[in-house]
């Protein structure tokens, strides 16, 4: 039997064992399933041409990254189909140069879009460089967008105006060619892309493509920074485009669901078998892979382990570029550096460090003067705070302009001056003329903003519209709005005085309505609302504001979100239409364009709905919608019947079966007389649910006003026959008759019936 003391070694050893063997087990699930390609072989081609290719990227089997891959045809490196030429190769920031020939294919005639093409997958390693690349259009009165196909988010965007043939051949003497947007336009793309694969999408204004491309042929570029500044003569189709593109490194077989978070730390299998460099680090990716950087003071790729990857940098050597012109010792990663000993001064400056006096009185001096001295800093502090408060105020707002498209918004109104001139407000002139955008001065809002009551220098009574938060959508839409309203003149539309750009979400500021919107008037609480009078002149009023907007403007607008609470009302109740955030040009020689499906549910038209074609039969429909939100006083967006039908359909039932009043409003049945069937055979015209069967609003505009003219002409003859039945005679008109307003009403809807039989139109 062995001693006890003996077992218990024994012991103590197996538990060891069994620890270290659990711990290696534990390491090994850990890399389960995580693929990392063995290092590059040493015969492997490192250049093509004079492209210097560092790992990982490579050239043929097994000297490469999996999608790294690049091949050398004569001394042209390529990549991707083969259509984009690599430049240069930065493995120290994980970015590479690639020339791209000519611009980006526009496919469609009026509404053009176009993708960056190039062969590179759109789930690969590479994206487009948001920092160091723009956009870059030629040609004439066309805005341009860039959009990432993989989120459909705008990055980048800018517009070409031209006023005349000079435009497309003017370039500004500034740093930039396009600082005026006359013939052409530049935007830096400083939103980071997800995705390889994006369009470039152009809409055409004022004329259409044809025209407008007998100017200068319209070209659209995605290059790098400061490309286009340097061109000066008309680029060709061949002309090679630089373009930077970022890339990540990706691992095969990483654990499911596993998605890199910038900021958080890189998994230890990716710092041990991708950032391979003993002086590097790893960085997730935006939304997939890594990237490898060398240490603050080191240089070099980060890809390569050994002498290859990250080395130390002699910043002494470099006294220019680091700003050491003392005495220097290198230090890994960093440097040390000062003044010679008898010197003293800046040593971060040629000729800097000078030799040190030993006068005492002068230090004496020093010592005297410091007093007054901190008295005199003291001032100085201050008065440099106070600027530089106003400064960065100053900075802000500009910096806001920019960001909410200025001058975008200059040239959309560019070619009218007296429109630049009064569009353009202040900041400080509506912080006055809402006393700070004080809570008293509220007059609603919803999830996008505020809405304020102002009053401005020249005592106008304003309505300032300020949204909540800044996103690209609600740019874009108040852009649209700005370009849209400053060209409309109609009593029925709601009259646009200008914007603010100085805030971080841009601002409209509109002619003060002080009666609320058409729905609030209509869904009341009280038993009664709006007269029925007052509804035939509204829904009029609305009709003709929208056919002038079909048809009277130099390019039709649809609205695309007609609804009872974009109407606005007067004191007098004359309707405002309000709110072309939405609204949409269409071009001369076209029906319709295709665009996303936007607009508000129960108004939406079922056919734009379904194929996402916008037409000016849209607005049609949603006024039928509208039309029956009169007629009944139901929530169109809200309302189910007892067999689940929305408004639409209920209403269509009801009136087939002859059983109307059963949804009409009691007021309109007490109220309307014979018009009441005609506005409702109106309204189901206008819900057809096939556009081309849907009348235009010209021909709504002129059926309500025969209606009105009709029942005028009506309440006219029963006063002339009344007055004759008492033995008196009237003529005209009989607004100042009064007794008229008690005698319309003495009839019942049978008898007004009988009255329209008698009167026809």
Request: proline fraction near 5%.
């Amino acid at each position: 039997m062995a001693p006890q003391g003996s077992i218990s070694v024994a012991g103590a050893s197996l538990v060891l064992l069994l620890a270290l063997a659990l711990q290696l087990s534990v390491s090994s699930l850990s890399a389960a399933g995580v693929v990392v390609p063995p290092p590059p072989p040493d015969n492997c081609t490192r250049s093509c041409g004079k492209v210097a290719v560092p790992y990982p990227f490579g050239i043929g089997p097994g000297c490469y990254w999996p999608g790294f891959n690049l091949t050398c045809v004569g001394n042209t490196l390529l990549i991707g189909d083969g259509t984009l030429r690599v430049d240069h190769i930065w493995a120290h920031n994980s970015t590479v140069r690639v020339l791209r020939s000519g611009d980006i294919k526009v496919q469609e005639e009026a509404n053009g879009t176009g993708a960056f093409g190039g062969g590179l997958r759109d789930d690969g390693p590479f994206t487009l460089s948001a920092y160091t690349s723009e956009l870059v259009v030629t040609g004439c009165n066309v805005v341009a967008t860039l959009v990432e196909q993989h989120t459909n988010l705008t990055r980048s965007g800018c517009a070409s105006i031209c006023t005349n043939s000079a435009d497309s051949m003017e370039f500004p003497s500034s740093h930039k060619a396009c600082s005026f947007g006359k013939g052409c336009c530049q935007e830096e793309i400083i939103s980071p892309f997800q995705r390889m694969n994006f369009d470039a999408r152009l809409k055409w204004f004022g004329q259409n493509r044809t025209v407008d491309e007998r100017w200068e042929k319209t070209r659209v570029y995605v290059a790098e920074k400061g490309w286009y500044d340097k061109q000066r003569l008309v680029l060709e189709e061949a002309t090679e485009v630089p373009v930077q593109l970022d890339w990540v490194v990706e691992v095969a077989g990483e654990p499911a669901g596993r998605r890199p978070v910038p900021g958080d730390d890189c998994p230890s299998y990716v710092n041990r078998d991708v950032c391979k460099s003993r002086n590097s680090y790893c960085m997730p990716g935006r939304e997939r892979g890594y990237s490898c950087s060398c240490y603050i003071g080191h240089d070099g790729n980060p890809y390569v382990a050994g002498d290859g990857g990250c080395k130390d940098v002699d910043e002494c050597k470099q006294p220019e570029e680091y700003g050491c012109f003392g005495e220097c010792t290198n230090l890994p990663g960093t440097f040390r550096c000062w003044c010679p000993r008898g010197t003293h001064g800046n040593h971060t400056v040629l000729g800097g460090c000078i030799k040190s006096a030993t006068v005492s009185g002068a230090t004496i001096g020093i010592g005297v003067a410091s007093g007054a001295g901190a008295i005199i800093l003291i001032l100085i502090v201050f008065l440099f705070t106070q600027k530089l408060k106003h400064q960065r105020k100053q900075m802000l707002k500009k910096k806001f302009f920019e960001q909410n498209r200025g001058r975008l918004l200059q040239q959309l109104v560019s070619q009218r001056a007296d429109i630049a001139e009064r569009m353009i407000i202040s900041l400080e002139e509506l912080e006055k003329a809402t006393n700070n955008f004080d809570k008293t001065r509220e007059l609603g809002g919803g999830g996008h903003g505020t809405v304020y009551k102002g009053i401005l220098s020249d005592l106008q009574v304003v309505a300032i519209k300020k949204p909540k938060m800044v996103i690209q959508k609600e740019i874009d839409e108040f852009i649209n709005e700005v370009a849209i309203l400053s060209q409309i003149n109609h009593r029925n539309v709601v009259k646009l005085y200008g914007c603010c750009l100085e805030t971080e979400v841009p601002m409209l500021v509109y002619e003060f309505i002080s009666n609320g919107s058409l729905y609030d008037h209509v869904h009341t609480h009280e038993p009664k609302s709006l007269s029925w009078d007052d509804r035939l002149r509204i829904a009029t009023e609305t009709a003709k504001s929208l056919a002038y907007l079909h048809m009277t403007v130099s390019m039709p607008i649809i609205h695309r979100d007609i609804k009872s609470a974009n109407i606005l009302l007067d004191d007098t109740l004359a309707a405002k239409v309000a709110d072309f955030g939405a609204s949409r040009y269409v071009p001369l020689d076209k029906t319709g364009v295709t665009t996303i499906v936007q607009g508000t549910r129960g108004y939406l038209d079922p056919m734009y709905l379904s194929t996402g074609r916008l037409t000016e039969k849209s607005d049609v429909y949603s006024f039928g919608v509208m039309l029956l939100e009169l007629l009944t006083r139901k929530k169109p967006f809200s309302y189910l019947s007892s067999e689940g039908d929305g408004l639409v359909g209920h209403f269509s039932t009801l009136f087939a079966e002859g059983n109307l009043p059963q949804i009409l409003d009691p007021q309109v049945v007490d109220e309307g007389g014979q018009e009441v069937k005609e506005v409702a055979k109106l309204a189901l015209t206008c819900l057809k649910l096939t556009a081309e069967d849907r009348p235009t609003m010209r021909h709504v505009e002129l059926t309500l006003e025969g209606l009105q003219a009709f029942k005028r002409n009506i309440i006219d003859n029963v006063l002339v026959e009344r007055s004759e039945d008492h033995g008196t005679a009237t003529s005209g008109p009989t607004t100042g008759h009064p007794n008229m307003k008690e005698s319309s009403r003495q009839y019942s809807m049978e008898e007004e019936f009988l009255l329209s039989s008698r009167y026809p139109r």
